[in-house]
């Protein structure tokens, strides 16, 4: 299996589930790598990250083209693209992008902290890899047009069985107002939205930590700085994090990224 189209802009690893279901499970990095890989999904799940740091703007449409075409031939009614920041914006284009196949029928989209619009903008994106992203862009036109072309989600889905699941930070401007972007620029398409009691961006983390209890809630979102969960955590929220985790706990000790994907 080859994502033909879209390589070698993108890297990806497929695994097949244990168990046999209808659906497949996309994961898009927002790093070099394959974020939440050791992860025990329920469902055949394909992880992709880019080549170049991209924001996923390059090929996007031709790694769509490439995901459909792979549930199709696995035979999958359902996809579920999951994603996180700047990796949640290929959640959102592509899955507003997929149309029904022989087999694919429902799409969801389930994007943490999402980056809603990528390019052109009239404000910085607050993260470190975009100033590169738009060095990127200066430096080379073929990667801007595509940035042009793909820089913004499609406002509508082509899918009737589409819907998108946002899960972002309360208190953190910049996810709130991507969100509002979203909703405001969107049309007919169902989306669920869900605040999480925080000041930090990567809420991801927060799902894929330990619930057993709030110290070792605490102490796994933690060590997500050093990549032991292949997550993405700032150590300069740690202080920060101590004072929220007991809202952000009672509100999420249920809830888990393969839950939220059943």
Not at 180 to 189: D, G, M, V, Y
């Amino acid at each position: 299996m080859e994502l033909l189209n879209s390589t070698p802009h993108y890297k990806w690893l497929f695994k097949r589930s244990k168990k046999t279901t209808k659906k497949i499970l996309v994961v898009f990095s927002p790093f070099s790598g394959f974020m939440l890989k050791h992860s025990n999904f329920e469902h055949d799940t394909l992880y992709i990250h880019e080549s170049v740091n991209s924001y996923y703007t390059f090929k996007t449409d031709k790694l769509t083209a490439d995901i459909f075409n792979i549930a199709e031939k696995l035979r999958k009614n359902e996809l579920i693209l999951l994603g996180s920041s700047k990796s949640a914006y290929p959640a959102i284009f592509c899955g507003r992008s997929i149309s029904e196949g022989l087999h694919l029928r429902k799409c969801k989209s389930i994007c943490f902290s999402p980056v809603t619009r990528v390019y052109p903008l009239k404000k910085n994106l607050p993260f470190s890899t975009y100033p590169q992203f738009i060095e990127l862009l200066n430096s080379k036109n073929h990667v801007k047009r595509e940035a042009i072309k793909n820089g913004h989600p499609p406002a509508t889905s082509n899918l009737k069985n589409y819907r998108e699941k946002i899960i972002y930070a309360q208190f953190c401007e910049h996810d709130v107002r991507e969100i509002e972007w979203l909703i405001k620029n969107s049309t007919n398409i169902k989306i669920d939205t869900t605040p999480i009691p925080t000041s930090i961006h990567h809420v991801i983390t927060m799902f894929a930590a330990s619930k057993k209890d709030l110290a070792r809630f605490v102490s796994d979102c933690k060590k997500s700085n050093n990549g032991e969960l292949e997550l993405p955590w700032l150590e300069r929220d740690d202080k920060l994090f101590e004072l929220q985790a007991p809202l952000i706990f009672n509100k999420i000790k249920n809830q888990s990224i393969v839950s939220i994907t059943k």
